[in-house]
């Protein structure tokens, strides 16, 4: 069944009386990446194969459903979950993971000239991440919760685009797909930091919990298609 949602060009924000004029870089869905070819609206991978992007169209989904989640999830916050949105959403994603990076290649010794290769795959594929992940935002245009229900009160700055797919979430699935090739030793303590990335921007209150599972799936998705292109180079 197909849902009709709101368009977050259309929406004043709290506070606000026109809907977001100053919109940030919405041309960043059509840069270059890396790792993904574009031919008008197909999306080829390393190997020439078309890709299917695994993300919900937004007409699928119950957006009443995810506007209640994200008022009972605002207003049950644990201390916890308010350090969390904190940790993740007061800067890049990668101000948290390359550290994390750095001590996993000092734990595991990986050899400088691997590390080097690794560093370059993975900062192309965070590229690649924000590019795609920018493409759907201003494709499909949802509003934000704020948007929604203009009486929500999100703990963090609410961002000036749309909404879906949620950024910090492509980001972490990328990063988890990666960082688990790279080290899986620590698949399960990096899936765990991924995870709490991806819902730390609902425990914000700026993004729907929908926002986040479709951000990582698709996120995880692209980091599988350069874990591929590593192993059939040998690096």
Request: glycine share 6%; proline share 7%; aromatic share 14%.
């Amino acid at each position: 069944m197909d849902r009709d949602y709101l368009r977050w060009s259309q929406i004043p924000y709290p506070g606000e009386q026109y809907p977001p004029m100053n919109a940030v870089t919405p041309e960043a869905g059509s840069w270059p990446m890396f790792f993904i070819t574009r031919r008008g609206q197909e999306f080829l991978d390393p190997f020439g194969q078309k890709i299917t992007w695994r993300i919900k169209n937004p007409n699928t989904i119950n957006w009443e459903q995810e506007l209640l989640i994200v008022k009972h999830t605002l207003q049950n916050l644990t201390p916890q979950q308010v350090r969390i949105a904190h940790e993740w959403g007061t800067g890049e994603v990668s101000k948290v993971v390359i550290p994390i990076i750095y001590n996993m290649m000092e734990t595991y010794d990986l050899a400088s000239t691997k590390a080097a290769r690794f560093l370059g795959f993975y900062s192309a594929a965070m590229n690649d991440a924000f590019v795609i992940t920018w493409y759907f935002k201003y494709l499909w245009d949802v509003a934000r919760p704020c948007q929604f229900d203009r009486s929500i009160i999100p703990v963090l700055f609410t961002p000036r685009f749309p909404g879906y797919p949620s950024a910090h979430a492509t980001m972490a699935g990328c990063s988890e797909s990666i960082l688990s090739y790279y080290f899986p030793q620590e698949s399960y303590r990096i899936n765990q930091l991924m995870e709490e990335c991806a819902m730390s921007r609902l425990y914000a209150g700026v993004h729907f919990k929908v926002d986040n599972d479709e951000g990582l799936s698709l996120g995880r998705q692209l980091g599988q298609i350069v874990v591929n292109l590593v192993k059939s180079q040998n690096i």
